[in-house]
């Protein structure tokens, strides 16, 4: 099958990100929230995505143009009948992640590929959630989507060749490097990087630097372009305890175990760059 039509689930950056690679690559979008609001206002940030590459000379007004009527906001699951492949980018939570494809599974054409963009949740217990198995696996995109060239495809057990191939050749047409790996927890990226950012947490609360020389450190010491305190605060905090409790109960690697303060903070509303605060103010 060829992929040329695709719906995206979730009113975050993610979503609106994964909308705009796409629609660039010359596929038709149908962006879904929960709320018609939300979904124009991701519309919008993609409008304001748009405007300044064209400011900035990356982009032809015309071709914007293109890619902005490619993509269509939605409240309406039912919306999504028509697409050949769905990709949800919903709250990292398995329950809701299952109902959601069961429900998909009930709407979409026989044939389309669900998609879940999780960083680290098993992909096989959403794919069995529905009467199409052989037809789930994970595509991952990294946050900005429109800036990260890597893809990790994610094979559960139970997906099929052809859906893994089809999946492969979408990130491909979108202009992105795809690696495939296997259905366990962090995949390649965040195994290897999240035990380093809590680590670097660990290393402030136990006073061995400040947020801001542990991050010059990194940069500087291993030529990264982001610190990882930094990095953390991008990725939001709340979604980085996410990600290790996950890693934690599969691997039960101490190195997964999240910091206590990591912890503190996340309850204490400080999420990172979303909430203006998290290792560094971003109010002002």
Known sequence: ???????????GIMGSGIAEVAAK????????????????????GLEKSLAKQVERGKLEQAEADAVRARVKATDHL?????????????VEDLDIKKALFAELDSIVKEGAIIATNTSTLPVVEMAVATNRPDRVCGVHFFNP????????????L???DETIAECRAFAEKCGKNPVEVKDRAGFIVNALLFPYLNNAVRMLENGTASAEDIDTAMKGGCNFPMGPLA???LVGLDTSVAILDALYEEFK?????????????????????KSGRGFYDYSR
Do not use: F, K, W
Request: hydrophobic fraction near 45%; proline fraction near 5%.
């Open 231 to 233: 990095l953390l605060d």
């Open 253 to 273: 690697d101490p190195n997964y175990s999240t910091v206590p303060v990591l912890r503190r903070m996340v309850a204490a509303g400080h999420l990172g760059r």
């Open 78 to 90: 039912g919306d999504l009948v028509d697409c050949d492949l769905i990709i949800e980018s919903v």
């Open 25 to 44: 690559a010359g596929h038709d979008v149908v962006l879904r929230s929960r709320q018609q609001s939300s979904a124009d206002a991701m519309v919008a």
């Open 1 to 11: 099958m060829t992929i040329n039509s695709v719906g995206i689930l979730g009113s």
């Open 145 to 156: 989507a429109p800036a990260m060239s890597l893809v990790e495809i994610v094979r559960p």
């Open 158 to 160: 139970t997906a099929s």
